[in-house]
């Protein structure tokens, strides 16, 4: 079986550009997860969905943050503009649904802003 | 709300023997509660979980961890650690009410040859 896909793995911008990310969940799984982790730090929930509805974006910093999941199956997580405070690996996960099913994750990007 | 804290940042063992990873968890409901591993470059792998079964949970590669609610602990054990048990260890917290992940800070596991 599949595992969850992530592109690209490593990226490097300036500070005030912009960046996008994609991940593609195991198939059949409804729930998708996007988390940050900042170096020393565990993984922090940005945005969850179902299918293709947001769940929760209470974490998500929504004035330069997006994600969408537009057919309930790739998503894509846009930075715009960057700041330097946003280096960190995103990690993409998905569960067969959103009731305590475990969670199976990418191989993150790293993202450092200069 | 949930919360985890690994006792220890980073822990160094010889190969052969034995590895402990401390783990107390705060919940208000019952909890769920992983542990997870991370190697360098690689996405994060389950290695075992407790749902209100038993106690004493097996995981994958050797891993064991018990629940004790008297103590709220969820501490990792492996009788034998192996060079490639080196990585980023995470306890994981979740309860019933909305079934988030909090992770906690981390332990590095470091094996000496």
């Known amino acids: 079986e599949a595992g969850v896909a992530q592109s690209p793995r490593y990226k490097i911008i300036e500070k005030r550009q912009s960046v996008a990310f994609w991940c593609n969940p195991i198939s059949g799984h409804a729930t998708l997860y996007w988390y940050q982790q900042i170096l020393g730090q565990g993984p922090k929930l940005l945005i969850q969905?179902?299918?293709?509805?947001?769940?929760?974006d209470s974490q998500l910093p929504k004035d330069r943050f997006s994600a969408e999941r537009l057919k309930g199956v790739d998503s894509t997580l846009k930075i715009q503009p960057a700041k330097l405070e946003d280096s960190a690996v995103y990690l993409c996960?998905?569960?067969?649904?959103?009731?305590?099913?475990?969670?199976?994750f990418g191989p993150g990007t790293r993202l450092l802003v200069l | 709300a949930q919360s985890v804290t690994q006792l220890d940042s980073h822990v160094s063992v010889s190969e052969g023997t034995p590895v402990l990873l401390r783990c107390n968890y705060s919940?208000?409901?019952?909890?769920?509660l992983f542990w997870y591993v991370q190697h360098p470059n690689k996405g994060l792998q389950l290695l075992l979980k407790y749902t209100s079964a038993a106690t004493l949970v097996k995981g994958i590669n050797g891993f064991e961890a018990e629940f004790k609610k008297s103590e709220t602990s969820f501490h990792l054990t492996k009788p034998s650690a192996h060079m490639s048990d080196a990585a980023e260890y995470f306890c994981?917290?979740?309860?019933?009410?909305?079934?988030?992940?909090?992770f906690g800070a981390g332990t590095t596991v470091t094996v000496r040859a």
């Open positions: 994981v917290v979740s309860d019933y009410v909305d079934y988030k992940l909090s």
């Open positions: 969905f179902q299918n293709n509805g947001v769940v929760d």
């Open positions: 996960a998905s569960s067969l649904g959103p009731g305590g099913e475990t969670q199976y």
């Open positions: 919940s208000s409901y019952s909890p769920s």
